[in-house]
C-alpha cells in the first residue's frame, strides 16, 4: 500500500474488513502495525505476524504504544530552522536506512521529508535525554511551536501518519482554513490527555 492511500484510510476510518497487510487474515478494529524498515512503510497486521515478525530481527519492526510529554523541549528557534521544516509541526523519525534522522511536515498533499543535519539533530538529543531513548523507524519527536515555544512528545509513528492524514483532509485553500486548527489542536488535546497530561 503507498503512502498516500495509507494517509487516506487513516482520514476515512478503518473498513470493519480491513485486513492483515502480510497475510490478508481480518483485523480487529485495533491492532498492531509494523513498520518495514528498508522502506518506512506502516502495515496493519495481525497479532501473530506482529508477534513472529517483530522477534525475528529482520525486516520489521512493531510500533510501540509509548506517549510522553516532553514538557521542557530544549530547542531554540534557530535550531529549529536548522532542520529545514517551514511550518511550525514536525515530525523526527531515527530512520535505520538512512543512517540519521528525518523529518516530516505536513501538506495538504500529505507528508513532506527533508533530511535532518547530522550535527543539529546530536545537539538536540545531548540537550534533551528524553529524545535519545526514541526506538529507531517505529517512534518519532513530534513537535509544535508556537511563537517562541514549543510542546514536544514521543510518539508512535502511526500516530504522526494519523495526524498527517487528519491535516490533509481538513486542509481548504491556500492556508488550510478556518477549521485546521480545531483538528490540530484535538490531536493535541488527545495526545496530553493519553500521557496523563492536562487537555
Sequence with gaps: MNGLARLG???RGRS???RCGLCA???DPVHPHLVQIDSGKLHCSCAACAGV???????FRRVPDRISL???LRMTAEEWQGFGV???IAFFVESTPRAGAVAFYPSPLGPVETTVPGGAWDTLRGRNPLVGTLQPDVEALLVRRSGAGSEAFIVP???CYRLIALVRKAWRGFTGGEALAGVVEEFFGTLRVRCGGVA
Design 25 to 27: 487474515s481480518t483485523l
Design 70 to 72: 516532553l514538557s521542557e
Design 157 to 159: 509513528v502511526d500516530e
Design 9 to 11: 484510510r487513516f482520514a
Design 16 to 18: 470493519p474488513l480491513e
Design 86 to 88: 517551514p511550518v511550525g
Design 53 to 59: 515478525l517483530n522477534s525475528s530481527g529482520g525486516r
